[in-house]
Nanobody
Framework: QVQLVESGGGSVQAGGSLRLSCAAS????????MGWFRQVPGKEREGVACRDRDGMTLYARSVKGRFTISQDNAKNTVYLQMNSLKPEDTAMYYCAASAGGNWCGLWESIYNYWGQGTQVTVSS
C-alpha cells in the first residue's frame, strides 16, 4: 500500500509558477512509475506528466515545455514544476503511483494509488 500526499497548490496569476509536491509513504523510485493528473469539475481527469523508474518522462501536449516532473529519491517525493501558467491550467491536481514502474502513461487505469489532490487556480 502506498499513500500519497500532495501539497503546493494555490492561487497564482497567469505567467506565474508553482511547484507541486507529492510525498510517498514508501520508497517508490525503484518499483513505481509516478504521474500527475488534473481534473476540472464536470470533465474527465487528464494526464499531465509521468515519470518511470528509469527517469523517462512523458508530458501532455498542453503542458510540454512549461511543466517538469522530477523525483527526489532521498525524500520519496515527486515534484511538478509548473511555469508560464495559464488560466486553463486551473484544476485539482492529483499525484498517482503505478506498480508498472518500467514504463509510464497518461491514462488513469494504469495507476494503483492516488493522492487526495491539491487545487491550482490561475487568474488572468
Amino acid at each position: 500500500q502506498v499513500q500519497l500526499v500532495e501539497s503546493g497548490g494555490g492561487s497564482v496569476q497567469a505567467g506565474g509558477s508553482l511547484r507541486l509536491s507529492c510525498a510517498a509513504s514508501t520508497y517508490t523510485s525503484s518499483s513505481y512509475s509516478m504521474g500527475w493528473f488534473r481534473q476540472v469539475p464536470g470533465k474527465e481527469r487528464e494526464g499531465v506528466a509521468c515519470r518511470d523508474r528509469d527517469g523517462m518522462t512523458l508530458y501532455a501536449r498542453s503542458v510540454k515545455g512549461r511543466f517538469t516532473i522530477s523525483q527526489d529519491n532521498a525524500k520519496n517525493t515527486v515534484y511538478l514544476q509548473m511555469n508560464s501558467l495559464k488560466p486553463e491550467d486551473t484544476a485539482m491536481y492529483y499525484c498517482a503511483a503505478s506498480a508498472g514502474g518500467n514504463w509510464c502513461g497518461l491514462w488513469e487505469s494504469i495507476y494503483n494509488y492516488w493522492g487526495q489532490g491539491t487545487q491550482v487556480t490561475v487568474s488572468s
